[in-house]
């Protein structure tokens, strides 16, 4: 737990694009929170932050962060670099608390290595999988919870985006982005996780193709019990021009759909239900980007400030990137 | 006592296929709505029956609108209400071009082949003397010169808004200067500076610690029965909205994305007192026939 008697917690930033720059807004406006440190390697970004955030000090290097005697730091840099900024951050122990927006890491091995450093920190530690804080998923994990459709028999998930739909250059800026199941397929992975527990991978595919866009995956997995799931994830799909993540759930006692914007119950006894993000207290206390972004925030703030575990923490998020690497093998 | 006359906008969310309830109904509306000569169409239906403005994030999208519009022989000429930056373009351009540096790379090149003398000069300012001041000013000099190229001389372009996210941002990390800048780059201009934003309260006390004046200022903020996207909550912006009576707030969102019904919506808004005007998006004609006089009758009596 942190002493808070006298001052904010102190917050770093590794990464300043798009995500860097949304927590270290939401973070300026937590007020328990004191925005310490940027830091990034770009100097045009290092330039202008220095003339535009008078208030903290701005780096181009994980090092000058060290003796600012940080409480937490958030990593917002692509994800190939997570695992050695990470590392950096917990060897020298510039603060203990860490949140990672995701993937942990670009493999299961490199995010194993970094379970065991935040073991051996002792502080809290999260990765930024925000769907979890979405009102729609929150309800679905909750109606699930409370066996609304029974035993569950199995379920087909989706990432869509038309971000790189009749984009020539996407596999090379994709790669860069940690390819179409990290950048995109991770959120829904997590979301499944979160929902059913553990599962394997039975199958895999991977479509890259170097100057079509064709970007997507599709894989099979199973649980012990016999349940069965099947992801679908694509960047350059038609009609998505925001993100979708969303899951269709079959129990023994209806279907469940459940996507961003809505959850739909359609019982075989009884009447069918429909929640819009409307009716389900989409308020937040201020709002950038999507809601879940500043509820994700506060919940690990005040879980720094309380010391308690939070979740997704490494080790959960862990599982992600182990499936992901299994798809990949399976794949080829 | 004679009610005041409410600014009616057309607004474009359907235009671009956006949708807040779902992206599954704006994908079900189909392509239709925005191919150019149909939506420019919405626009004149809207302006034949009550609306007077166009309220439009500057986009390739609207700008072949507003050209398609301006080409007709309209009677009543719209009112522009533009919003700049469209965040949607750029951030995902910044994903394909991989992050904000690749966007800063591509964005000069546009300015470049813009031919704006102006924007160039500042621009280079900008970039050699890393100033966000002069950066800002080439970003909006560019915006205004695209809008004004897809308009005619006559054209009313009555208020330029900064989009919520950058409006939003500013104001998390305090950026005091933005604002003020950009206020006095747009009265410079004699355009009335405007903001769109999802935190209508924190806007308005963060003003107020500023020592800002909102008076010759425009507000879009979302405002309707179920304080959908009324943070941090619908209370808190209805009493914000209580004690601001000579800002011009534009009341964004009153359908709460197609949630309510227009009716039970705009008896809502003729409810608050101090809103001046009300942005609108209409996918259908019929939409256009029946919103406009609607919200006239129930606003104004």
Redesign the interface.
Do not use: C, E
């Given at each position: 737990m942190v002493d808070m008697t006298e001052e904010r917690l102190k917050a770093a930033v590794v990464g300043l694009g798009k995500m860097g720059l949304l927590h270290a807004s939401i973070l300026n406006v937590l007020p328990e929170v004191e925005l310490a440190a940027v830091c990034d390697k770009s100097s045009l970004m290092v330039s202008l932050s220095k003339k535009v955030l008078d208030r903290c000090g701005v780096f181009t290097d994980v090092e000058e962060l060290c003796g600012l005697d940080l409480d937490v730091v958030y990593v917002t840099t692509p994800i190939s670099s997570h695992f050695e900024i990470v590392k950096d951050l917990y060897s020298r122990e510039v603060a203990c608390n860490l949140f990672v927006e995701k993937t942990l890491a670009s493999s299961y091995g490199e995010a194993e290595e970094l379970c065991s450093l935040a073991r051996s920190s002792g502080g809290v530690n999260m990765v930024g999988y925000m769907k979890r804080f979405c009102v729609t998923f929150k309800k679905g994990k909750e109606l699930l919870e409370q066996k609304a459709l029974g035993d569950v028999v199995s379920f087909d998930a989706y990432a869509y985006s038309s971000d790189f739909l009749d984009c020539e250059a996407s596999s090379v800026t994709g790669e860069s982005r940690g390819g179409v199941l990290r950048d995109l397929g991770a959120h829904v992975l997590d979301l499944a996780l979160w929902f059913f527990g553990d599962l394997e991978v039975e199958s895999g595919r991977v479509e890259k193709v170097a100057r079509g866009g064709k970007d997507s995956a599709y894989f099979k997995v199973g649980r012990g019990d016999g349940l069965e799931g099947e992801f679908s994830v694509s960047w350059c799909k038609e009609g998505y021009r925001m993100p979708e993540f969303g899951l269709t759930i079959k129990g023994l006692r209806g279907v469940m759909r459940v996507n961003d914007d809505r959850v739909e119950l359609k019982l075989e006894k009884g009447k069918s239900s429909r929640w819009y993000r409307h009716d389900l207290d989409d308020h937040v206390g201020f709002l950038l980007g999507d809601p879940e972004y500043f509820r994700e925030d506060k919940y690990f703030v005040e879980s720094v400030l309380n010391g308690k575990n939070v979740e997704p923490c490494f080790s959960t998020a862990s599982r992600v990137d182990y499936i992901i690497d299994e798809v990949e093998k399976r794949a080829g | 006592m004679e009610e005041e006359r409410k600014v009616l906008l057309v607004g474009d969310n359907p235009f671009?296929?956006?949708s807040h309830?779902?992206?599954?109904r704006?994908?079900d509306r189909g392509e239709g709505v925005s191919h150019t000569e149909h939506a420019a169409q919405l626009v004149i239906s809207s302006l034949e029956h009550g609306a007077e403005g166009f309220m439009f994030s500057v986009s390739e999208t609207t700008l072949s609108i507003l050209r398609e519009v301006f080409k007709k022989e309209v009677v009543n000429r719209p009112k522009l209400y533009a919003l700049v930056p469209y965040a949607?373009e750029y951030?995902?351009l910044?994903?394909?071009?991989?992050?904000?540096?690749g966007l800063?790379k591509r964005f000069g090149k546009q300015i470049l082949f813009s031919r704006n003398v102006k924007a160039i000069a500042s621009g280079l300012k900008g970039?050699l003397g890393?100033?966000?001041e002069a950066?800002f000013s080439t970003y909006l000099s560019y915006e205004i010169s695209r809008i004004r190229s897809s308009t005619d001389k006559k054209a009313d372009l009555g208020c330029v808004l900064l989009h919520e996210?950058v409006t939003?941002?500013a104001l998390?990390?305090?950026?005091e200067?933005v604002f003020k800048f950009y206020m006095d780059f747009m009265h410079n201009r004699d355009i009335k500076p405007g903001f769109n934003t999802?935190?209508f309260p924190?806007l308005i006390n963060k003003f107020k610690e500023w020592n800002v004046e909102l008076d010759d200022t425009v507000i879009a903020a979302p405002f309707n029965k179920?304080?959908?996207?009324?943070?941090?909550?619908k209370t808190e912006c209805e009493k914000a909205l209580a004690n601001l009576s000579e800002t011009e707030t534009i009341a964004i969102s009153i359908l709460?994305?197609g949630?309510l019904n227009p009716r039970e919506a705009i008896e809502y808004i003729a409810g608050l007192s101090h809103i001046k005007g009300v942005a609108v998006g209409v996918s259908k004609e019929r939409h256009a026939h029946e919103t406009f006089p609607l919200l006239r009758d129930v606003l104004e009596g």
């Open positions: - | 671009h296929g956006i309830l779902s992206q599954q704006a994908r949607y951030v995902r910044a994903t394909q071009v991989g992050g904000i540096s800063a970039v890393k100033n966000p950066l996210i939003d941002m998390a990390l305090d950026l200067w999802r935190n924190y179920v304080g959908f996207q009324m943070n941090p909550s709460a994305a949630y």
